[in-house]
Nanobody
Framework: QVQLVESGGGLVQPGGSLRLSCAASGIIFTIGRMGWYRQAPGKQRELVATLTVGGITNYGDSVKGRFTISRDNAKNTVYLQMNSLKPEDTAVYYC????????WGQGTQVTVSS
């Protein structure tokens, strides 16, 4: 059974940084495309960043230049480094693995507020 477990969310002031982690188990990690999505209250889930096995990244327009996705295949973990955080980044962040099917984590709350 595939499991994705996110961690690293929390409350941070505008301009601050956070790093999210997503640990995968129950699947061959290296064959999937990993990604982060987010959903704010009253809004649809949106793409934050994706990273293919081959190292190709894709970012949502609102986070380009501020967020960085990376993966550690030895640890079956994908990361999202978030810098220069803004209040509009407040959302539940979900880890996604696409490997034939789509798998999702339970989400981790990120709140950017002074």
């Amino acid at each position: 059974q595939v499991q994705l477990v996110e961690s690293g969310g929390g409350l941070v002031q505008p301009g601050g940084s956070l790093r999210l982690s997503c640990a995968a188990s129950g699947i061959i990690f290296t064959i999937g495309r990993m990604g982060w999505y987010r959903q704010a209250p009253g809004k649809q889930r949106e793409l934050v960043a994706t990273l293919t096995v081959g190292g190709i990244t894709n970012y949502g327009d609102s986070v380009k230049g501020r967020f960085t996705i990376s993966r550690d295949n030895a640890k079956n973990t994908v990361y999202l480094q978030m810098n220069s955080l803004k209040p509009e980044d407040t959302a539940v962040y979900y880890c996604n693995l696409r490997s034939g099917s789509d798998y999702w984590g339970q989400g981790t709350q990120v709140t950017v507020s002074s």
